[in-house]
């Protein structure tokens, strides 16, 4: 696995390279892409118990719902340099309007999901209000992070 990526880094252009190099050394980069990383964590403990609805735990979901709502607004100032493109297109740059709209309306429906579950005792409660997160992560996506390689 790791000889292949080796092999993988110095087959790709220059240019693709740095792109993926410049995502550990920027403190920016990284603190966005931390925060990232535990959304994913927390979406994945919230959309396990979706899928499988008997491991359920109102805590545990709870927990995560409080976690989003309140680390949402934590990665945007972490845009300002748009030197510093990491894993993000240079539509954040271009296009500052919609990438503000997705980030409001992600602090939106983090709070909501989160003011639901808080007063939920069941599952069946609160999962109209965690399909919206995901779609918000996917739509802000889209448009401003690259694609996975
Ligand atoms: C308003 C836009 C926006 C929203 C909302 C958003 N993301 Fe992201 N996400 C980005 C951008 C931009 C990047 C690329 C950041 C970088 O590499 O500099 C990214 C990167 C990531 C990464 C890769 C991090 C890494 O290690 O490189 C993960 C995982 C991720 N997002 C998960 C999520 C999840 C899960 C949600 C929803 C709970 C979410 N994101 C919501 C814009 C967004």
Same mark, same amino acid.
């Given at each position: 696995m790791k000889i292949k990526s080796l092999l993988l880094t110095a087959a790709l252009?220059? &240019? %693709?390279?740095?792109?993926?190099?410049?995502?550990?050394?920027?403190?920016?980069v990284s603190a966005r892409q931390d925060v990232m990383k535990d959304w994913k964590d927390a979406m994945g403990v919230m959309g396990g118990m979706a899928e499988a609805p008997d491991?359920?735990?109102l805590a545990k979901f709870q927990e995560n719902a409080q976690f989003l709502a309140e680390s949402a607004n934590k990665p945007w100032a972490h845009f300002s340099d748009k030197?510093? %493109?990491?894993?993000?297109?240079?539509?954040?740059? *271009?296009?500052?309007?919609?990438?503000?709209a997705e980030t409001e309306n992600f602090q939106? +429906? &983090?709070?909501?999901?989160? &003011? +639901?579950?808080?007063?939920? &005792?069941?599952l069946d409660e609160i999962l109209p209000a965690?399909?919206? +997160?995901?779609? *918000?992560?996917?739509?802000?996506?889209?448009?401003f992070k690259k694609p996975n390689d």
């Open positions: 252009p220059l &240019t %693709l390279t740095l792109a993926a190099c410049s995502g550990g050394a920027n403190p920016d491991t359920f735990d030197n510093e %493109l990491g894993g993000a297109t240079d539509a954040i740059w *271009s296009n500052p309007d919609e990438f503000k939106k +429906v &983090t709070a909501e999901l989160n &003011t +639901v579950a808080q007063n939920a &005792t069941t965690l399909k919206p +997160v995901g779609d *918000s992560c996917q739509s802000c996506h889209e448009d």
